[in-house]
């Protein structure tokens, strides 16, 4: 089935951040049919909290917990944890709702992230 729309939630980052948690956001589905670093960038933009020092980690996850993609305020775009195109489609669930959820990792080396879950067999 088609993604007919996403859900995004997101963790905290601080004990202020968290009255509004799991931060949740409802999108239609963007032009694009394949999550790429472009569809990963707009989706986190304007999204997720920025901090002080500029050096937060995010792992991007599919609803099953399944890691697509590394992202770090301090990186200009962000790196997906796959070779090959995830389409939309294959990440939607039979109501055609694409969940999406963006797992903060403070300020964990987002270099020593991406090595370890890139050569996980599944990328999770």
């Known amino acids: 089935m088609p993604a007919t729309r996403i859900e995004l939630t997101r ?3 601080a004990a202020g951040d968290d009255t509004d948690a799991p931060h949740q956001r ?3 589905p963007p032009e694009r049919t ?3 670093a472009a569809a990963v ?4 933009a304007g999204y997720l909290a920025r901090i002080g020092g500029g050096r937060a980690t995010w792992v991007l996850r599919a609803a099953g917990g399944t890691a697509l993609a590394v992202l770090a305020q301090q ?3 962000p790196r997906l944890l796959s070779s090959r195109q995830v389409p939309f489609a294959s990440l939607a669930e039979p109501d055609g709702t694409v969940r999406l959820h963006f797992e903060y990792l403070a300020q964990q ?3 020593e992230l991406f090595a370890r879950l890139g050569r996980t ?3 999770s």
């Open 11 to 13: 963790d905290s980052v």
């Open 109 to 111: 080396d987002p270099e």
């Open 26 to 28: 409802v999108l239609e």
């Open 121 to 123: 067999p599944d990328a």
């Open 41 to 44: 960038a707009d989706l986190a």
């Open 75 to 77: 990186w200009p775009q």
């Open 34 to 36: 394949v999550l790429d």
